[in-house]
């Protein structure tokens, strides 16, 4: 069975930093693209930060750019998003995905159409 399970979500003040983890199993985690996304109450869900499976290409939402950081570990079968800077409009339940079609990692993160879904973890940033 394909599973996502998304861990790191807390409480964290304005400027501090959080690294998320998302621990796959039931596949082969190098040949799936990975998606983060979030969700903020009553706001549609957003792609946050995409990698590829081959290339190492990434790609990062505007809002999150030079302050988080996706990458992998086939090996430890693990996808992280380091997080820093935060601000309280980060806040959110954050959501890892899985796709192994091949789709460019920008269309990974407009289209929320990936096959496997995590249940999410959630992030707090508030003083």
């Known amino acids: 069975q394909f599973q996502l399970v998304e861990s790191g979500g807390g409480l964290v003040q304005p400027g501090g930093s959080l690294r998320l983890s998302c621990a796959t199993s039931?596949?082969?985690?190098?040949?799936?693209?990975i998606a983060w996304y979030r969700q903020a109450p009553g706001k549609e869900r957003e792609g946050v930060s995409c990698?590829?499976?081959?290339?190492?290409?990434?790609y990062y939402a505007e809002s999150v750019k030079g302050r988080f950081t996706i990458s992998r570990d086939n090996a430890k079968n693990t996808v992280y998003l380091q997080m820093n800077s935060l601000k309280p409009e980060d806040t959110g339940v954050y959501y890892c995905?899985?796709?192994?079609?091949?789709?460019?990692?920008?269309?990974?993160?407009?289209?929320?159409?990936?096959?496997?879904w995590g249940k999410g973890t959630l992030v707090t940033v508030s003083s």
């Open positions: 995905a899985a796709d192994g079609r091949g789709f460019t990692v920008q269309r990974m993160c407009i289209m929320d159409d990936s096959n496997y």
């Open positions: 039931g596949f082969t985690l190098a040949y799936y693209t």
């Open positions: 990698i590829s499976n081959s290339d190492g290409s990434t």
